[in-house]
């Protein structure tokens, strides 16, 4: 077989390769981007729920490609966060409260706001601690605020999870209730038809 023969067939395993783990992860990411828009949008504003969907899509989209062409690093994959995600929604159910005469629509443009103006501020800072070389600050957080903040989120997406699939608000004192199957499937009904 020539060299010229070998390249090609390369470059075609390459591309099957490519494609392949391209549209698992778009599945993937797709799934995700839907579970967090249902966490941000469902409780409060369940009307613009399908236009939050397309804008977390949009976002993640836009995200993925940005960072696969400028990483520095060629394997890099991007994809929407669980933990911001998680402090949105806890900003829109507090905003949702805060506005609650309000109209849908404004309720809406203002999530829209505070997602946007967050994912900013993120952004700038992110790009400051980069550029000025200040990552390794990161070691100066003691392990158990990062655990109690990972803990934390991670008991929030737990929560809005099941408050979400069951469409049963998820309390301490009625855990039981998520352990008789006749409730918990009467719950999964009720939520399927809202």
Known sequence: M??????????????????????????????????FATLIFAGPCPEYFASGV???????????????????YEGTIGCIQ????????????SLAGT??????GTIFANFFAVILIS???TGIALVLLGYFKLGNMVRFIPYPVMGGFLAGTGWILFKAGLDVSTGMAFN???????FFPGQLLAASIRARRT
């Open 2 to 35: 020539s060299e010229g023969a070998k390249e090609l067939n390369l470059g075609a395993d390459t591309i099957i390769s490519n494609l392949t783990s391209t549209a698992i992860l778009g599945i993937l990411n797709t799934s995700i981007v839907v579970s």
């Open 54 to 72: 397309a804008f977390f899509l949009l976002a993640g989209c836009i995200s993925s490609i940005l960072i696969a062409l400028f990483s520095s």
């Open 82 to 93: 669980d933990v911001p995600s998680a402090i949105s929604g806890l900003m829109a159910v």
């Open 99 to 104: 506005l609650a005469g309000s109209s849908r």
């Open 119 to 121: 994912t900013l501020m």
């Open 172 to 178: 301490l004192s009625q855990i039981l209730t998520f």
